[in-house]
């Protein structure tokens, strides 16, 4: 009688499960993040006040993308004055601490990108393809504190070059 799975195989098993496991572990590590390359990269940057969710969340929708009112386009063509991301409405706020331009993004240290914004507030959000989740750990969807963030006006002045 012959088994259904030889050494090999549950070896061969073993291996396949943890470098997925591996994958998910580590797919948000990265070496460090260049500012000047994440704004080079981008097809779209925009400033953009988190309006809530494009819809409620229902029984049939739990997860409803945020809608996102466009307040000044630094780069892109024919960019809709609303877009909608993946992500979660929050009552807090929730600034990138570090000097500019920013090389980390301390709320990466939980997740790759973070999905919380707060209602009201506007984002810098730096995008591939009409989305943040590209640059890995990188600033791409920063809080502004104002219209004179220094965050801001330092991707307004690389997006030039």
């Not at 229902?58 to 024919?78: C, M, Q, T, Y």
């Amino acid at each position: 009688m012959r088994r259904a799975f030889g050494s090999t195989s549950v070896v061969f098993l073993i291996v396949l499960s943890l470098m997925s496991i591996s994958q998910v572990v580590f797919a948000c590590e990265r070496g460090p993040v260049f500012p000047a390359d994440m704004v080079r990269e981008a097809d779209v940057i925009v400033r953009a006040q988190a309006m809530g969710y494009a819809a409620p969340p229902s029984a049939a929708n739990w997860d409803p993308p945020l809608k996102f009112r466009v307040v000044e386009v630094i780069r892109g063509r024919d960019v809709p004055q609303e877009l909608q991301l993946p992500g979660y409405p929050s009552d807090r706020d929730d600034f990138n601490g570090g000097p500019v331009p920013y090389t980390a993004v301390p709320k990466a240290k939980a997740s790759c990108y973070s999905r919380f914004y707060r209602t009201g507030a506007e984002f810098l959000l730096v995008m591939k393809k009409y989305t943040v989740e590209w640059y890995a750990a990188g600033p791409v969807n920063e809080q502004l504190h104002s219209a004179d963030d220094p965050w801001l006006a330092w991707v307004r002045k690389a997006a030039q070059q």
